[in-house]
Structures are given as C-alpha cells and as structure tokens.
Nanobody, 126 residues
C-alpha cells in the first residue's frame, strides 16, 4: 500500500517558480510500478489534472499547463516533484499528489487512484 505526503512553500510570489515534493512510503519509492500524478483545486473550482510521470520516467502533461510544468523523480529522497514556473494568482490552489497502477490521463477522481495525499495549500500573493 503506497502512501503519499505533499510538502512545499505555502506562499509564492507572482512570476516565481513553485516547487512541490511528494514523499512516497509503503512502496519502493517513485520507481515502483505506479503512475505518479499531480492534481490541484483552485478555491471554489473543481479538480484540475496537471500531469503524471510513469515508473519508467515518461511524462504526460495537461495541454493547458504543459509549457509551465515539469514533473520529475528524486529516487534518493523517495520523492517525485512538481515544478511550475511563472506562477500567477490563478495558480493559487490546494495541490495533491496521487498514485495509480493504471495510466489514466486527466483523471481527477480520487477513487481512480490507489492513494492521494492530503493536499497542500499554495497561495500566490505579492
């Protein structure tokens, strides 16, 4: 059973780069046979799928975020990470990491994942 926990800064300034990490436990780290995803939920809006990295290192991104998003694995820390450049106020959201054994692009329903972290609030403010 995999377990996930997000971490990162709660506040980011506009135009800066947001960096979040998701620590993986209960599995052999981010190279285990899972697909590792990032999802977010802006205040008052629905869940938005951001992207996913596979156990082989292949990445898939939401077309609307692809130019600003990068997902990677850090095996030494048992983490996978999210980098979002040039943030704006619209990037304020609760960010979730999630893991699934099946690649389903665009999936936001937590029931489609083996586990999802509790989420971390990120606020973009000057």
């Amino acid at each position: 059973q995999v377990q996930l926990q997000e971490s990162g800064p709660g506040l980011v300034k506009p135009s800066q780069t947001l960096f979040l990490a998701c620590t993986v436990s209960g599995a052999s780290g981010p190279t285990a046979f899972y697909y590792w995803a990032w999802i977010r939920q802006p205040p008052g809006k629905g869940l938005e799928w951001m992207g996913v990295i596979s156990y082989t290192g292949s990445t898939y991104y939401s077309p609307s975020l692809k130019s600003r998003t990068s997902i990677a694995r850090d095996r030494s820390k048992n983490q996978f990470t999210l980098q979002l450049i040039s943030v704006t106020l619209k990037d304020t959201a609760v960010y979730y990491c999630a893991a699934s054994k099946t690649l389903i692009l665009g999936a936001t329903d937590k029931n489609m994942y083996d586990d999802r972290g509790q989420g971390t609030q990120v606020t973009v403010t000057s």
